[in-house]
């Protein structure tokens, strides 16, 4: 065990879907949440992000990881003070759960010393979500593919994105909650709903790798979670217009919501005005971020 040892690991935002890719495609975004651990009483400082609604105890989703680890080898999990710094927006569909899933995956692993590898420690985070969109870039960074064999478990790959590109994030002041937005979704879709957004993500994941941006608006365009999530975001669909209409590649719902992503490589204060400026019109007030795709994934530092 490295029990006395002072452990840092940070996580990536990340955002999951990009409109087509729905459950299976996400970025990692250059905005990091960093969790230290160090040996001694159990307590949770939170500075930053969350730090009024996020839980202090052991019902926190970092506790939920470390404790998935000691679980694993059969050990009761040790007596260890937590402190979150935290930049990533929370429930705001920018990936803050499963940062603090695999902030307290990878803490629980090395304080362990149970050396688990970055596989594994990606197919626990994925199986306690349950889709792979946000974790799959949250530990390796960049755009990943993230789907589950009903035999062999969870699979998944990297996208190589030819060249640089910004998202342009409006956050809104609006919460909207995963498991409620998830439930409004209906369980069963039609044939040509389907074939609908089977080739947009094909030419979503091809669009980033040959460069041809152009393709994205087409790309990121979505019929299986967007357009039922606007019945409780009806100002959805106008700020993704507004995005466009400013100069974005494209723009799609981040996540669950309620942020909303554009991506550029250009006139990046312009779409985020055009942005939010849509947004007020309807009364939902928020901020503005330009954040870069993050090459990079998870990191420990000892
Ligand atoms: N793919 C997920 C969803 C991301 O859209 O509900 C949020 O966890």
Not at 126 to 140: F, K, M, Q, R, T
Request: aromatic share 8%; with cysteine; net charge neutral.
């Amino acid at each position: 065990m490295n029990m006395n040892k002072k452990i840092t690991v940070m996580v990536p935002a990340t955002s999951a879907n990009m409109g087509s890719g729905f459950d299976s495609i996400g970025i990692a975004l250059d905005l990091w949440n960093e969790l230290t651990i160090t040996p001694g009483d159990f307590t949770f400082n939170i500075h930053g992000e969350g730090e009024q609604e996020l839980p202090k105890d052991e019902s926190n989703l970092i506790y939920l990881g470390v404790k998935s680890v000691y679980d694993l080898i059969g050990k009761p999990v040790p007596s260890l003070n937590f402190f979150c710094n935290n930049n990533i927006p929370f429930s705001r569909g920018l990936g803050s759960s499963s940062a603090a899933i695999i902030s307290g995956l990878l803490a629980g692993n090395h304080i362990s010393g149970s050396k688990l590898s970055n596989k594994k420690i990606f197919h626990l985070a994925a199986d306690i979500e349950g889709h792979a969109d946000n974790v799959a870039p949250a530990i390796y960074g960049g755009c990943s593919i993230g789907i589950k064999d009903e035999k062999n478990g969870w699979v998944i790959d990297n996208v190589k994105i030819k060249s640089k590109l910004n998202c342009v994030i409006f956050i809104p002041d609006i919460i909207l909650n995963t498991n409620e937005s998830r439930m409004s979704l209906p369980s069963e879709i039609s044939r040509s709903d389907a074939v609908h957004n089977i080739g947009r993500a094909a030419l979503l994941v091809n669009s980033l790798i040959s460069g041809n941006y152009n393709l994205l608006r087409f790309a990121t365009q979505d019929k299986l979670h967007q357009k039922q999530r606007s019945k409780t975001y009806r100002a959805m669909p106008y700020i993704i217009e507004a995005a466009i209409r400013g100069g974005a590649y494209c723009s799609f719902l981040s996540g669950s919501g309620s942020s909303i992503i554009a991506l550029s490589d250009k006139r990046e204060y312009t779409i985020g005005y055009e942005m939010a400026e849509t947004a007020r019109t309807f009364g939902v007030n928020g901020k503005t971020m330009v954040i870069p795709i993050s090459d990079s994934g998870a990191k420990v530092k000892v």
